[in-house]
Every structure is written in C-alpha cells, then in structure tokens.
C-alpha cells in the first residue's frame, strides 16, 4: 500500500505480550504519527493505555489468523517480534522451534509481500558462533544452536524475498514487563540474590546487553527513517555475565558475597551458547542515530520501573 506523508502509517507488532513487544507498543504509542496493532498470542497482558492502540489475538502459525489480520490493517509496517525464544527447549523440541520461527515467519512474511509492508524481523547475535565477537552487520553467521539456526535460515529467507526488509540483531535483553514467560539477567540476578540464593555465573562469554526500551527505540528509528538492510541494536557495554550480576547485586544493594565465577566448560545447558558474541553498534548509532544506556544507566531504569509497580500495587 502507499505511504503518503499525510496519513498515519500503521505499525502492527507480533509477539507484543513479550517482553520487547510490550516495549514496542508503549514506545510506538507516544508518536501520533503511528497506529499501533499488537498482536500476541492469546488475549492483551497490557494493563495501562489500552485506548491508545489496538490489540488483535494473532498466533502466528495460523495462516489463516495472519491473512485476516493484515487484510484488516493493511499495516505499513510490520515489526515480527514473535518467536520461540527459549534457547535450550529450541534445542529439545525442534519441531516445535522449526515451526514457531521458521513456517510461520513465512506466514508473516507472504502477507506484508501481498500488502507491500515493510518488515522488521528480529534476529538475535546466536546466528554467530562466538569465536571472534563482537560483531559487525557483515560478519559471517555460524550458528551453533538449532535457536540461532532457525534465525540465520529465516533471515536468509526473507533476504530472497520481493519486500522491503530489515534485519535488526539483538543481544541479551532485560528489562521488566507484565506477565513475562521468561526471566531475564537482571531479573533472575536480583530474585535471585533477595532469596538469598547461591549464584553462579560465567565469566568467558561476552555479551552487549540490551535494555528493552532501548532496542524497542531502535526498531522504531527503522520506522522513522524507513531504513534497510541488517542493523545491530543493542547496549554499548562488552560485559561477561558475571559482570552484570555484580554491576545488578551493586545496584540493589544486594550481597555480591553470593554470586561465584564459573566458565562455559562447568555450565551444563542444553544448547551450545557462542562464547564471545556482543555486536558492533556503529552502523545504527551512525545511520539511526540510535543511542543506547549503559548497562549501568538500564539498571537505574528498571529499578524505578520495579518502584513504580510496587507504588501501583
Ligand atoms: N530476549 C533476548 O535476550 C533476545 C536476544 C536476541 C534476540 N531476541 C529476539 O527478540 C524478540 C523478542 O524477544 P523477547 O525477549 O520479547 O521474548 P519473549 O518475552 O519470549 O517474547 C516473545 C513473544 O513471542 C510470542 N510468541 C511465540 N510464539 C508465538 C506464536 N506462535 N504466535 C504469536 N506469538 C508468539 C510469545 O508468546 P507467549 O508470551 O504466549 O509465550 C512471546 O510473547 C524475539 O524474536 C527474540 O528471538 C531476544
């Protein structure tokens, strides 16, 4: 469809019950230029500004579910934040990933090349295997789990295809949303340590951690500036987890007495995890001016994101 100036472009959002999906829609509604559409599987977790943006239930392997959406909206954009994101149940039930990431990113993808939208897919640094991060948007990908394997094959697709596209990598997310389905670092540092759990955590791989809102900024900067290609959206800081655990127990004042050193070869998971991933951000902050917080910076706003749900309880 065409993109006239003057009228409101419409943003439609999957996966927006997620923790970035949630990000996208609050950041997306404070432009009045745009039109929000989540959609998420199953009924809206939003629990504030429900009037300023439109929430659709679209479970993404239903072809049918996904033609009926976009007929509806005709969204100029599209920004494809669904998936099946736990890493070692991808590695356990590979049918179940194959089908969530790859074939009904399909679905996505055949309905913005019928509508003419423009999609934002986000892919994720385990399309690498580690031995050289961080890096850049024109390093080969390698992945070494069958997570980043299901990505690397879906950016691959939607490179082939007749549509305008962009690839937005990202690494180790955190942040605090409603009714999550997964933890992330900070979170499960800091339960963790109120508990007055023992905490062990690597200290060989590197990571650029990302705070939510600021990857949900840069997927929209994609909008603003309508830029293509692969860009890497993520934090600033080359960090170990180790290191953010001591930098989260610092913050909350939480006993860092707790938290030990270990290394990948101790650390028994399910899927392979690249050792030193981490992305190069110059591209985006260069072309998007996109500028993220520090990690240090991210943490100061989750902590008054906790502080505000607790005065809101
Ligand atoms: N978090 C990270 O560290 C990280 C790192 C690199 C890349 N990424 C990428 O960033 C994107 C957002 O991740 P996130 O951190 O927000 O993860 P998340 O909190 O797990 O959100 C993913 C969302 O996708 C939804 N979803 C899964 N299958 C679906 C389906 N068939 N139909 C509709 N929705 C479906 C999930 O629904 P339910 O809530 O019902 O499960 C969930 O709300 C993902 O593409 C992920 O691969 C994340």
Same mark, same amino acid.
């Given at each position: 469809m065409g993109t006239s100036t003057n009228r409101k472009k419409t943003i439609l959002i999957t996966g927006a019950n997620g923790l970035v999906g949630q990000k996208l829609v609050e950041c997306g509604i404070t432009?009045?230029?745009w039109d929000i559409i989540a959609t998420g599987r199953g009924e809206s977790r939003f629990k504030s500004r429900k009037e300023d943006f439109t929430y659709e239930p679209m479970d993404i392997t239903g072809i049918e579910e996904v033609s009926r959406v976009f007929a509806k909206y005709t969204p100029d954009y599209v920004i494809h934040s669904a998936s099946m994101t736990?890493?070692?149940r991808c590695e356990i039930n590979r049918d179940l990933c194959n089908e969530q990431n790859i074939h009904a990113t399909e679905n996505i993808v055949a309905a913005c090349e019928k509508h003419g939208s423009h999609l934002i897919f986000i892919s994720t640094d385990f399309v690498f295997d580690g031995k050289k991060?961080?890096?850049t948007e024109d390093d080969k990908p390698n992945p070494v789990n069958y997570y980043g394997w299901t990505k690397y094959e879906t950016e691959k697709s939607i490179q082939s295809r007749k549509l305008a596209w962009t *690839? *937005?990598?990202?690494?180790?997310v955190y942040g605090i949303g409603h009714d999550l389905t997964r933890s992330n670092i900070v979170l499960w540092v800091k339960h963790g340590l109120e508990v007055g759990k023992?905490?062990?955590?690597v200290d060989d791989q590197v990571r650029t951690p990302t705070l939510a809102e600021d990857l949900a900024a840069g997927c929209l900067l994609v909008v603003s500036k309508n830029a293509t290609g692969i860009f890497n959206i993520s934090g600033k800081d080359l960090l170990t987890p180790y290191d953010m655990a001591i930098l989260t127990a610092d913050y909350f004042?939480?006993?860092k007495e707790k938290i030990t050193r270990t290394d990948s070869s101790h650390f028994n998971q399910v899927a392979k995890r690249p050792i030193k991933t981490g992305l190069i951000i110059e591209k985006a902050q260069k072309i998007l001016d996109f500028q993220p917080k520090s990690f240090a910076e991210g943490i100061a706003i989750v902590s008054k994101q906790f502080n505000l749900a607790k005065e809101n309880l």
């Open positions: 432009n009045e230029q736990d890493v070692d991060g961080p890096y *690839i *937005i990598r990202t690494n180790l023992e905490m062990s955590l004042g939480l006993d």
